[in-house]
């Protein structure tokens, strides 16, 4: 199996995991909240972008116009909030969810050593003991996978290299 579709099962399985014993889990469909809230520009490995390349050809010219737009405002933008530029903000949803970077998929259920958790949400119930029973996934362990996934670029590089290919 290659090692990008084992890294998303292992991630799965915890996720998982965290699911079962906790069915109000609070990410799900709708909670957009993460999506308008990046840290910064999202660094993506050469697996994932390509994987998300799959993705984005499956879109149609006018959401592709949209995304473009929204990237290159991106590439610009020098404070926070950064809004990932793939979301369909009208709708909420994500328009690439399949083929989704590791980070959004981690998020929410695993924590980094000594940043604490990602989510406020999320990070306000562990502040109350909400969530003491709840065994987090490891994302020091995520990130030595990812190191091992090819070149890592920010995803308006990604793109842009992307468009001037595909055009
Ligand atoms: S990580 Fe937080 S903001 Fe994102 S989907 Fe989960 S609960 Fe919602
Ligand atoms: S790629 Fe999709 S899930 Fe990830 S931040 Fe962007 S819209 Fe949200």
Redesign the pocket.
Known sequence: MPALSSLHLDIENRVQSIRENRPD????KG?????H?LAEIPTLSAAEWHLLAQGLATLSPQQLQSISQRMAALAEQATRPFVCPLLDQASGACPVYAQRPVACRT???YVQRDLGL?????ESLVAKGELAEVVWGNHDSIDQRLRGLGESRPLTEWFTTWEQVSR
């Open positions: 889990w609070l990410c799900s909670c957009d909240h993460c999506c809230h998020y929410g259920f990602y989510c406020h949400d999320i």
